[in-house]
Nanobody, 130 residues
């Protein structure tokens, strides 16, 4: 069974850090990439970062470049999103996703809406506030 489970969210002060995890079961990360989306209250869901081992590519949305780092652990089949210098505008529910057809390509997943991707986790809430 293909499943993604996020963890690591919480409350953090501005300029603080958090590390989100996305544990994958049912497929290997060498074969399919993982994309992170986030949805802030009252706003549309947007992509944040993506990693594809098979494509050899990591992508970041402009507002998080230089602050967020995406990585993966083969032994745990888990993707991490290290978030540093967090800002109140980073407050959102963060979701990790993939897809059996588009999942090998971050270039493809990053230009598609969330509804096009077939697998999503339940989300983890990140709140940045003093």
């Amino acid at each position: 069974q293909v499943q993604l489970v996020e963890s690591g969210g919480g409350l953090v002060q501005p300029t603080g850090s958090l590390r989100l995890s996305c544990a994958a079961t049912g497929f290997g990360l060498e074969d399919r990439g993982i994309i992170w989306h986030r949805q802030a209250p009252g706003k549309e869901r947007d992509w944040v970062s993506c990693i594809s081992v098979s494509e050899g590519l990591s992508l970041y949305e402009d507002s998080v470049k230089g602050r967020f780092t995406i990585s993966w652990d083969k032994s745990r089949n888990t993707v991490y999103l290290q978030m540093n210098d967090l800002k109140p505008e980073d407050t959102a529910v963060y979701y990790c996703g993939s897809d059996p057809v588009f999942g090998a390509s971050c270039s493809e997943m990053s230009r598609r809406p969330a509804a096009d991707l077939g697998v999503w986790g339940h989300g983890t809430l990140v709140t940045v506030s003093s």
